[in-house]
């Protein structure tokens, strides 16, 4: 059998999906209406994170930190009503990328980390997985070159997008031959934020910007900056 020979692994959250302004603004937005404060929203979040983020557990979490009653099946009705469909959320340049992929014969694969259930939730309800060959999902953050080592040993070049330096760093340490590309989603003038709406717009991915590297990485701010 014939391997294919090229190969791109491309991050999901704040890559090629603008995690931010789906749940950082729109789903807070919605969940403001429960009467739900930043500060139990964010602990929340982290409590929720730390177990597994799924909607259940967010849920679950909220109803620990406050009086309100949000049942796990009025969570899941809630996002069905208001997030059905998240292609809005892909950003622009994700599609023509992939394509282009696919015409120049690379393989495309999504290597996420997070939650299985919902980083799958996330990307079904974008409509992006017929446009991919596989998504990976990994369980711990910081390992996705452990992940990837084996995996890529039958292609001869191999390309990784991340806006996480940790990610790529892992990348380089076991694979060095692939070509790692930093992407930093974040304009310029929401670096330092000056409002409560500016700084929920790119909350997390600003966070990722200003961390550093043990390994040098091409940097990006677009996928169309990456010549396959």
């Not at 991050?11 to 969940?31: E, K, R, Y």
């Not at 500060?39 to 730390?50: G, R």
Request: charged share 25%; net charge negative.
């Amino acid at each position: 059998m014939q391997f294919p020979g090229k190969a791109v692994f491309l991050d999901w959250d704040h890559c090629l999906f603008d995690t931010d302004l789906f749940f950082n603004v729109d789903v807070w937005n919605v969940m403001q209406h429960f009467g739900i404060t930043s500060a139990v929203w964010e602990q929340a979040m982290i409590n929720a994170v730390a177990k597994g983020f799924t909607l259940t557990v967010f849920a679950e979490e909220i109803q620990a930190a406050t009086n309100l009653t949000l049942p796990c099946e009025g969570l899941h009705r809630l996002f069905d009503q208001h997030f059905n469909n998240l292609c809005q959320y892909v950003f622009p340049d994700v599609i023509g990328f992939l394509k282009q992929a696919v015409e120049k014969g690379w393989e495309r694969h999504i290597i996420t980390f997070g939650s299985a259930e919902w980083q799958n939730y996330k990307i079904s309800r974008s409509l992006i997985a017929n446009d991919v060959d596989n998504v990976i999902v990994s369980a711990q953050a910081g390992q996705k070159g452990n992940l990837l080592k084996e995996t890529t040993l039958r292609y001869e070049h191999v390309v990784v997008v991340d806006n996480n330096p940790a990610e790529l760093d892992s990348v380089r340490e076991h694979m060095p031959h692939a070509e790692t590309y930093l992407i930093n989603r974040v304009p310029d003038e929401f670096l330092i934020s000056v409002s409560e709406e500016m700084e929920r717009r790119f909350m997390e991915a600003r966070i990722y910007v200003s961390r550093r590297s043990r390994y040098e990485h091409q940097r990006c701010r677009s996928l169309a900056e990456i010549d396959l």
